[in-house]
């Protein structure tokens, strides 16, 4: 039976336009326009006047298990991973699913140096040594059914501490082969002399806003080069604000969706150690303010999970994050729905239009106006299908997450206390 969705607000993907129902039949949008487009056998929705929204979009996560679940209680549709194993892929994938959860698109296994980054949470996994390794590690990637290439450039200095890295000379060749195949290429690199030469070897979208002050020229590089920008500035939500709270729990509606035992992760996430010497997410903020400015297309993305950041919930922190940095918030939404549908070459995602999946939010609110709002979600569809967006918190799905994240998270605190210790030794 098709759906009719009426007395409703349409954002789709670009504007607020001059629509009031939209008619879904199967996994599509067949029309939008006024209540004539709703036909007398269709199951009508109505949305008391709040605005209806092209499924959200979240530019770079990593997987757990069950994210395609959680991420669909908050809207979140699509996720672009930028680093998972093949086994996890495998089963976050919809045919795994009887029921919807969001889309997955992936890179599959980033590319990095021998014991570069993210070594410390995913080791073992194949790596590049030398640019003649490329061609190979690209295909396998697409044997793993990678859409994009994802690499890790430090210029051999993380924002913690000196750690391997690829060369430029493997980037460019990684770039190469991955263009060759006709892959997209999603370069992590958080400082902006990084970014600069990342671009300049050919890379098509920057995973972060660099962490440190961009000045003009390296604005206007990025520019003219047509590099895409991932916003990540959710990673500041990884720190307690005034009060002891941690930012993505502020907002009682995503406390309450998120279930006691997220909730309870993420306050414990706030007493973790962090590295001295972290930058301030202020500079991110004025990097993105200048991108956009300049033309740079801005995607949002969270690094969920990322401490502080969950899958879906984090994005309406995406949003609020790039309002603050400058942004409208239709400029925002556009950010986590058209923008990103562009620059991936996702066609048929972030629209509301004839011919679009028909993958909606409804919003019981206005955020086309007020940012805040999109948290008020009332009901979701995937493909066409109604989500029952309360069935993730008790779930298999979500006790499978929070053990998979656990066992990570101590994988990583064992290998940063080898680390440090190694450091000490070597300064003693």
């Given amino acids: 039976m098709a759906t009719s969705i009426t007395n409703v607000r349409v954002f789709d993907g670009a504007a607020l336009v001059n629509a009031s129902a939209v008619r879904i039949d199967g996994p599509a949008v067949v029309a939008i326009g006024d209540p004539s487009v709703v036909r007398p056998e269709d199951e009508i929705i109505d949305g008391q006047q709040g605005t209806l929204l092209p499924g959200l979009i979240d530019a770079h996560v990593h997987l757990l298990p069950g994210a395609s679940v959680q991420a669909l209680s908050f809207g979140v549709t699509t996720m672009l991973d930028m680093f998972s194993k093949p086994d996890l892929l495998a089963a976050e994938r919809a045919e795994s699913h009887p029921q919807p959860i969001a889309g997955v698109y992936t890179s599959s296994i980033g590319a990095t140096a021998p014991g570069g980054h993210p070594s410390m949470m995913y080791a073992p996994f194949p790596t590049i040594r030398e640019p003649s390794d490329a061609e190979r590690f690209v295909q396998d990637r697409l044997n793993e059914g990678a859409r994009y290439l994802k690499i890790f450039y430090e210029g051999g200095q993380s ?199 028909a993958d909606l939010v409804l919003i019981q609110g206005k955020p086309d106006i007020a940012i805040d709002s999109s948290t008020a979600i009332e009901r979701v569809w995937r493909a066409g299908r109604h989500v029952d967006i309360e069935r993730y918190v008790g779930s298999q799905s979500e006790e499978a997450g929070l053990n998979f994240l656990a066992a990570q998270t101590a994988r990583v605190i064992a290998s940063v206390t080898a680390k440090l210790s190694h450091v000490q030794k070597e300064d003693s």
């Fill in 159 to 357: 924002i913690e501490w000196a750690m391997p890295s690829l060369t430029v000379t493997c980037v460019r060749a990684l770039v190469e082969s991955a263009h060759k195949a006709g892959m997209l290429v999603v370069a992590h690199a958080q400082r902006s002399v990084d970014a600069v030469e990342v671009a300049e070897a050919g890379v098509d979208v920057l995973a972060h806003a660099p962490l440190d002050p961009m000045n003009a020229k390296q604005i206007d590089t990025l520019a003219n080069r047509g590099v895409a920008v991932i916003s990540t500035l959710s990673i500041a939500d990884g720190f307690p604000v005034a009060g002891g709270q941690m930012p993505l729990l502020e907002d009682p509606r995503i406390a309450e969706r998120l279930g006691d035992r997220w909730s309870a992760t993420i306050r414990s996430q706030g007493d973790r150690w962090v590295p001295p010497g972290m930058p301030s997410f202020l500079d991110a903020y004025s990097n993105i303010r200048q991108l956009h400015r300049a033309g740079v297309p801005i995607l949002a993305g969270t690094d969920a999970p990322n401490p502080g950041t969950t899958h879906g919930a984090s994005i309406h922190r995406e949003l609020w994050h790039l309002t603050q940095a400058g942004l409208t918030p239709v400029q925002a939404l556009r950010a986590a729905t058209s923008a990103t549908a562009k620059v991936f070459g996702l066609d048929d995602l972030g629209h509301v239009r004839p011919g679009s999946t």
